[in-house]
């Protein structure tokens, strides 16, 4: 096995929790019953909300599907924006006290399914607790919703890889998602699968750099 120099990290159920019923709760209780685990959930997003995380749709267009489902036009962008955003958890502090760390070992980034829905909220009021930026704990962020590409598509991977300047081998990659790590793992990445709330940091213990 190569030597790791590269982390990449998932972000929703990895570095962040995630709260599917509370988010499925408020659509439900906006009148969107037929959200569900097949529309809205950790590790795999079909239709308007997929669409969302591979920037297909606006913010305005989810906000007015959401509408048409609930069969109701009055309820407001913020109504909306709120019942998403029951989707995130926190970071915790060690986490980011982690990658701090980390930072100076690796070279460090991340690889998110996500919104711009999700990802600035996360981005504002997660990663500045410690007083830092987001940008300060990575060397890339890969986004979905800006890339147009989603995990387990083996296309993101190679994207990073040639974006990155980075080897497959050597690059550690941590997901809550087994689909997902199978599709890295087929290129070459070394994978951990991360459980729910884990803490994982007893990997970096006895890595091999």
């Known amino acids: 096995m190569a030597k790791v120099k ?6 929703g159920g990895v570095l962040v929790d995630l709260w599917l019923e509370k988010c499925l709760k408020a659509f439900h209780d906006l009148g969107f019953e037929g959200i569900d685990d097949e529309l809205l959930n950790p590790y795999h997003t079909d239709g308007v909300f997929g669409d969302s995380e591979l920037g297909l749709v606006t913010e305005d267009e989810l906000r007015n599907y959401v509408r048409r489902q609930a ?3 009055n309820i407001t962008d913020r109504q909306i924006d709120d019942a998403y955003y029951e989707f995130i958890g926190e970071i915790p502090e060690y986490k ?13 980034y991340m690889l998110s399914n996500t919104s711009s829905f999700v990802y600035p909220r996360i981005a504002r009021q997660e990663f500045t607790k410690l007083g830092a930026t987001v940008e300060d704990y990575f060397d890339g962020i890969y986004l979905s919703y800006e890339m ?7 296309k993101v991977f190679e994207y990073i890889l040639a974006d990155a300047g980075i080897k497959a081998e050597e690059t550690l990659f941590f997901d809550d998602s087994q ?22 940091r007893q990997v970096f213990e006895g890595l091999e750099q």
């Open 148 to 154: 147009h590409l989603a995990k387990p598509d083996p």
């Open 6 to 11: 590269n982390l990449l990290f998932d972000l």
């Open 179 to 200: 689909v997902n790590l199978d599709a890295a793992a087929a290129l070459g990445f070394q994978t951990y699968l991360v459980g729910v709330q884990e803490d994982f």
């Open 96 to 108: 980011l006290q982690m990658l701090a760390e980390l930072k100076s070992r690796y070279n460090i």
């Open 71 to 73: 069969a109701n036009p």
